[in-house]
């Protein structure tokens, strides 16, 4: 038995220490010290992070030699489609997936359609300095129609390693009817240069993501419909009298982008155009300027955006407005569309706005004195009218009175197109007027397409 030193308590056997006083016991065997806390090396981990900024480094250096341009290009290429005897139309289909397009319809000596493709700036590792851009051109002849295909397409493996401006010039001899379809991925495509007659059995130019601007004039005669479009960008079309032979549909559409259409026509057209000019989100612009016997009626629709309307001898307001003499022998019948976005219309008819009535009143008289030959001695002096548009305070319906030596002609129509006009016609003779006794007609009857029609007809003496 064991007991402390210290205090003298009485020890366990095993005991290393006192349980009173907590005195070492003599010769118990010191606990072993702790084992120091192994630190771990932070070694390990620089090896992949040294991989990783070695990848990084490679990588950048990659791009900068792969992608970055360096090499020059210079590159032209012209095909063509020689004249053939006896081809009377010209189909054409071309596309190209990043490119400006010009169209150009010009005399070409001994050619009928020729496509020149300019490449210029800068291209990287993997491009090609002498042939950066492929292209395609075939044409064949069944009948005597040509047709001819054409594409042009980067040969670039790597998108981002180039700084190429590519142009094509498609040039059309109009010396056949022609079928034009030109389409881009991504590019403009303009056609503002025609300096030759050409008739266009149809046109149709589209773009996915970039703007198309088109100009026809008077040297163009439209046989078929015109569709100019793109999905992202602007549209803008210029009409400046063209001709037609016969009804025609001018479709203008952008998706994300303006849609702009300036048209003049002061010549007598050969049927009637109907224009759509639609986008889903941005502005659509009209600016229509007519006459000689030209008419307009133009509807407009926004769901989210205002209509403005400048208008001069139009009737209506904002939508739909129709020119003073509309219907006409041809006729622009407009409409314009957008969801998102305003529309915006300037309308002038240079025709005098009582013009269709002045026309109705004519056509009146030359009616009465060709059936009543009696009303003639009162017909002697009728170019000194006198008169015009009456206020009525009614919506949607106009009232014309003219006089002129003892007539009072009275016209009535509804404001809708192709209306029907009532006319009277009365006549008053008294010895003031260079009659000796007095005279009494009164015409009744309507006008409508140009023709006249009598109701009544009263002469009393």
């Known amino acids: 038995m064991s007991y402390c030193r210290k205090c003298g308590a009485k020890l366990d056997e095993e005991a290393r220490f006192c349980r009173v006083c907590g005195t070492p016991v003599a010769g118990a065997a010191a606990a072993p010290p702790s ?129 190429l401006n590519v142009v094509c010039n498609v040039y059309v001899d109009p010396v056949a009817v022609l079928n034009l379809t030109v389409r881009t991925s991504v590019g403009e495509i303009t056609m503002n240069s025609i300096d030759a007659p050409a008739v266009l059995q149809a046109l149709n130019l589209h773009t996915t993501t970039g703007s198309v601007r088109a100009t026809v004039t008077d040297l163009v005669v439209f046989a078929g419909d015109v569709s100019v479009s793109t999905t992202t960008g602007n549209v803008q079309f210029t009409w400046n009298n063209a001709h037609v032979s016969g009804d025609i549909l001018v479709n203008l559409r952008s998706t994300t982008g303006s849609v702009t259409a300036d048209v003049t026509q002061n010549r007598l057209l050969a049927g009637n155009v109907s224009l759509d000019a639609t986008t889903t989100t941005g502005a659509v612009n009209l600016g229509i300027d007519i006459d000689d016997n030209v008419g307009a009626e133009v509807t407009s629709h926004a769901t989210f955006g205002g209509i403005t309307v400048d208008a001069q001898n139009f009737n209506g307001n904002k939508s739909p407005i129709y020119s003073s003499n509309y219907p006409a022998v041809s006729n622009f019948r407009v409409n314009l569309g957008t969801t998102t976005g305003g529309i915006h219309v300037t309308a002038v008819s240079q025709t005098p706005e009582s013009s269709v009535q002045e026309q109705v009143r004519d056509a009146t008289m030359t009616y009465i004195r060709a059936n009543h030959p009696e009303t003639a001695q009162f017909m002697n002096n009728l170019s000194a009218w006198t008169g015009g548009r009456e206020d009525t305070g009614l919506l949607g319906a106009e009232t014309y009175i003219y006089n002129s030596t003892g007539w009072t002609v009275t016209i009535k129509y509804p404001v809708i197109p192709n209306p029907v006009y009532t006319i009277t016609a009365d006549y008053s003779a008294t010895s003031t007027q260079g009659a000796s006794i007095p005279y009494r007609v009164i015409w009744e009857g309507t006008w409508e397409n140009g023709s006249v029609t009598e109701t009544s007809y009263t002469f009393a003496q």
């Open 35 to 163: 084992a120091p806390m192994e630190r771990r090396s932070g070694r390990p981990f620089l090896l992949p992070a040294a991989i990783l900024v070695g990848i990084l480094v490679a990588a950048f250096f990659f791009a900068v030699v792969a992608f970055v341009p360096f090499q020059t290009v210079n590159f032209t290429q012209s095909n063509s489609a020689p004249a053939v005897s006896g081809v009377n139309a010209v189909n054409l289909n071309f596309d190209a997936d990043v490119a400006n397009v010009n169209v150009i319809l010009r005399s070409l000596p001994d050619q009928l359609v020729v496509v020149d493709i300019s490449a210029k700036g800068s291209t990287g590792l993997f491009g090609s300095a002498t042939n950066p851009v492929q292209v395609t051109f075939s044409n064949q002849t069944a009948g005597k129609t040509l047709t001819v295909t054409s594409k042009v397409s980067r040969q670039e493996m790597w998108p981002m390693s180039y700084n």
